[in-house]
DNA sequence: ATAAAATTTTAGACAAAACTAAATATTAGT
DNA sequence: ACTAATATTTAGTTTTGTCTAAAATTTTAT
């Protein structure tokens, strides 16, 4: 696998996760910041390794083993994003370029004893699942904010978005993984939420709500 | 940087270290296993990027950049190196490929980190030096084995050649970094040697021997 | 000193992964 | 159902790093 195969497996599994249903090349090639032509030219080729199934014109869809090879890499840029948080104190918003590179490192034992050093972590520094080497989730049940109903409190696990900008927004704002959130109450007008942090009440978006996980307890 | 330049860098430096001569397109080739035409195209590159200062037929030297990249590629390799013996348990004879993967990683932070988490090592797992973060080495002296006198001891501070066959002879013979050798006798015939490590005597071959280090003390 | 041998460079080709422009197929709107 | 708009593929180039074969230069050996 090059490296750039490894880029369309990730992408192409990202983007169909989920969904049940194949995934468009206009939309790989959007993920990939390329061009639909050069999509076309990667899938057929990654469709003779079996990797992907493909029809012309109906989009793509991971195989079985392309699907083990997704995992194996969200498993790798996972743990990688953990040991940077957890043993380089890095922020949790400075692990992805990083983690991006060190996901293509070819080596089983070298994820093994990581995954060992690091205590066997179910979730990334974004609460993200970790694959077990096997391909398998911890399925927990976890909703978006904005979606639960009113009065409902729970454990903040997880963020849908993990851009930088949005991770810097929650630490200005005192919102860490981990926290008891609840929801006091909701405006009508534009959907943004009161909520109870820590003694702390105060107001975010709808778009700020629809980006965070709480598992409801 | 490319992958493949940083390659070439790296074999630059390696052939022409210590030698204060230009390297030649052949040795680069074999060092890189490829063509010396290919060489050639790729020293031209790296000529024009100032990496390297080449005139035709005369073989080339790293320039002053060319060095200092090649001294941070040697740093971040060692650097690894010692993370995977140090934390994450590996034998000194499988470091190498991983490492070799792990070096062209891009990442200030990243390196400074791992520098700081392994408490700013000075040497890697074969007594090779670790570059500093401005390019400086430890210039500790060092001899071979079997270029010392006889009766002399002195600590085991290196390996010259770190393949893996070497190292794991070494393991066999309980060898290692640290130890204190000494120079018991001097076989004329084959210039083998008689040496004492731990109480233990035992003959040593003069190709052992001219690939250990040891510091006198 | 010069011919033979070895080394190095040039020229021309190829594979991978990208691109542009043009052709083709699908979907959507009326 | 048919046309317009959109999505996808094909064909033909480009760039990077490699290769082979041939030409040029340097070194070695008589």
Redesign the interface.
């Known amino acids: 696998m090059t490296l750039s195969e490894e880029d369309y497996i990730k992408a192409i599994y990202h983007l169909g996760k989920g969904k049940n249903t194949s995934v468009s090349t206009n939309a790989v090639a959007e993920q990939m910041k390329t061009k639909p032509s050069s999509v076309t030219d990667m899938i057929k080729k990654l469709s003779e390794k079996g990797l992907v199934n493909y029809k012309k014109y109906q989009g793509v869809r991971l195989s079985e083993s392309g699907e083990r090879t997704a995992l194996s890499i969200v498993r790798k840029h996972r743990l990688w994003e953990v040991f ?1 948080v957890d ?4 922020a949790w918003d ?1 692990v992805h ?2 983690a991006e ?2 996901e293509h ?3 089983e ?2 994820i093994d ?2 995954d ?2 690091l205590g066997f972590p179910k979730v990334d520094p974004h609460g993200d699942p970790i694959p077990s080497k096997e391909g398998l989730f911890n399925k927990a049940s976890k909703h978006l904010l904005n979606e639960v109903s009113l009065g409902t409190s729970g454990l903040c696990i997880g963020v849908k978005d993990s851009s930088a900008p949005f991770l810097k927004f929650l630490d200005k704002n005192r919102i860490a993984l981990g926290d008891t959130i609840k929801v006091i109450d909701k405006e009508e007008f534009d959907d943004s939420l009161l909520i109870e942090i820590n003694e702390r009440q105060f107001r975010i978006s709808q778009q700020i709500a629809s980006n965070l996980f709480i598992q409801i307890s």
Do not use: G, N, P
């Open positions: 940077l043993k380089l104190d890095f400075e370029d990083v590179q060190l490192i070819k080596s034992k070298l004893k990581l060992q050093l």
